[in-house]
């Protein structure tokens, strides 16, 4: 039987080589779509890849803002699963120019081109893009004031508001809702009706090891940082939502929603990724890491003492588990899995350096 070809794009980040892998051990072929020739050797030589190397291809998509970016990559494709372009972390000097080049734009036209692309294409089945769940949740609930409201699958996506003051993460929350609306938008529009449906994944911070991070440090780079740093010593920025999942969890409700049974009254569908956010705490990482390392504690690998608060936002995620027959990972596995990965790097580093030593 001929297997069906996922296009994927997003595969050298952090969640999009887990998705990546985990479609091709779901017996998927796959196209992964890569900004730049040489990333296809850094993929090809991951160890974890190595057994499917007959069903990974690769294309170079250099520039995913360009009108059209995606038709050649989308043939012959029957699923897509697309990592919307993210914000670059840094302040606006230009407000306007600034701002709409590297936000509005960058949230826009990826999606646009791939969704366009998809239309054009009739073996398209379903598209599955990666939002957040910060594109459900109010700003104010999100970061400012502790809120009763429990946010579902079910609640209403958020009218864009651009944001006065265009910090780095307002401006990567303002991207996500942009990309989310006009998504909504592009999918009610369409006439005749798209031959595909469209699922919006929105996980919370993502956490876990990272196949592709060079060093350990590395890890620090992405939305680890939350559970990490502070049991590095280091103390973060502000409140943080309690909002977390497994990046195992986030990558396989990525393959399963290409095939999973969906309400055929509606073509797009949001599906919320958070482990449960209830009782989740922040300051829990470091008593996990204390109590699954004493070792590496002792040893001065995790020297504890960081500061992270938790802010509370209820979500329920119990539909998504529920379609994709699966139960997200808690807390104590994410902070676990992740900090494994960590001293893991860490072993590795001093490996080649002591071989490194010895050569001299």
Request: charged share 15%; with cysteine.
């Amino acid at each position: 039987m001929t297997k069906l070809l996922v296009l994927i794009t997003g595969s050298t980040g952090f969640l999009g080589f887990r998705i990546l892998t985990l479609a091709l051990e779901a017996g998927y072929r796959v196209r992964a779509a890569i900004r730049h020739q040489h990333q296809i050797a850094v993929l090809r030589a991951a160890e974890i890849v190595q057994s499917h190397l007959a069903d990974l291809e690769f294309i170079v998509v250099p520039d995913i803002l360009r009108e059209g970016a995606y038709n050649e990559a989308m043939q012959g494709v029957t699923h897509v699963t697309t990592l919307a372009r993210s914000t670059k972390q840094r302040r606006f000097q230009n407000q306007t120019e600034d701002f709409d080049t590297s936000v509005v734009h960058a949230a826009i036209h990826p999606t646009l081109n791939i969704l366009h692309a998809a239309q054009k294409t009739s073996s398209v089945q379903r598209v599955a893009i990666t939002s957040s769940i910060i594109a459900l949740v109010p700003w104010s609930d999100f970061v400012i004031c502790e809120a009763s409201n429990i946010y579902t699958n079910t609640s209403p996506v958020l009218e864009p508001q651009k944001p006065s003051i265009a910090s780095p993460f307002r401006a990567y929350a303002y991207a996500k809702t942009l990309s989310l609306h006009i998504s909504s938008q592009f999918m009610s529009a369409c006439s005749p009706p798209t031959t595909f449906a469209l699922i919006n994944l929105l996980p919370g911070f993502i956490l876990g090891p990272n196949a592709l991070a060079k060093n350990a440090a590395t890890l620090l780079d992405s939305s680890n940082h939350q559970a990490l740093a502070p049991i590095l010593g280091h103390k973060t920025s502000g409140p943080t939502p309690s909002l977390s999942v497994h990046i195992d969890d986030a990558a396989l409700t990525h393959v399963k929603a290409l095939t999973a049974e969906l309400n055929t009254s509606s073509t797009v569908h949001n599906l919320i990724v958070c482990s449960d956010s209830s009782t989740m705490k922040w300051e829990d990482a470091l008593i996990i890491a204390a109590t699954d390392f004493p070792d590496a504690v002792a040893a001065g690998k995790l020297p504890l003492g960081g500061k992270v608060e938790t802010h509370r936002v209820n979500v329920d995620a119990s539909e998504t588990e529920s379609l994709f027959g699966i139960k997200f990972r808690g807390f104590e596995e994410q902070v676990r899995d992740l900090v494994k990965g960590y001293l893991g790097l860490l072993e590795g580093e001093a490996k080649i350096c002591g071989a490194s030593s010895k050569e001299l």
